[in-house]
């Protein structure tokens, strides 16, 4: 079946289990994008869309959260205690001499 997408025709990939998995692990690896991702398993992306939110249901995250992470400073204790005032800008139809 031959798809046609901005004036080109291209040849759609056959839909394998194979390349389903690798088009999964791409999407939770933020390998690849998900049109890229539906073009790569030959899908479209609403069918893709659906496919992957089955696989997120029966596969956790692998990341892991660390608890002795580094506090950053919010600028309080950055910067002057008072703001700088900016000049207001003239009102563009006048001009300034």
């Not at 901005?6 to 692990?25: F, G």
Request: with cysteine.
């Amino acid at each position: 079946m031959l798809l046609r997408s901005w004036r080109v025709l291209k040849k759609r990939n056959k839909t394998t289990p194979e390349n389903v998995k690798e088009a999964h692990e791409a999407l939770f690896h933020a390998k690849m994008n998900l049109p890229n991702a539906a073009d790569h398993c030959g899908m479209t992306q609403k069918e893709l869309k659906m496919t992957f939110f089955e696989y997120l249901k029966y596969n956790a995250p692998n990341s892991q959260v660390t608890e002795n992470t580094t506090t950053i400073s919010r600028g309080k204790e950055q910067g002057t205690s008072k703001p700088v005032p900016i000049p207001p800008r003239p009102f563009p139809g006048k001009r300034i001499s």
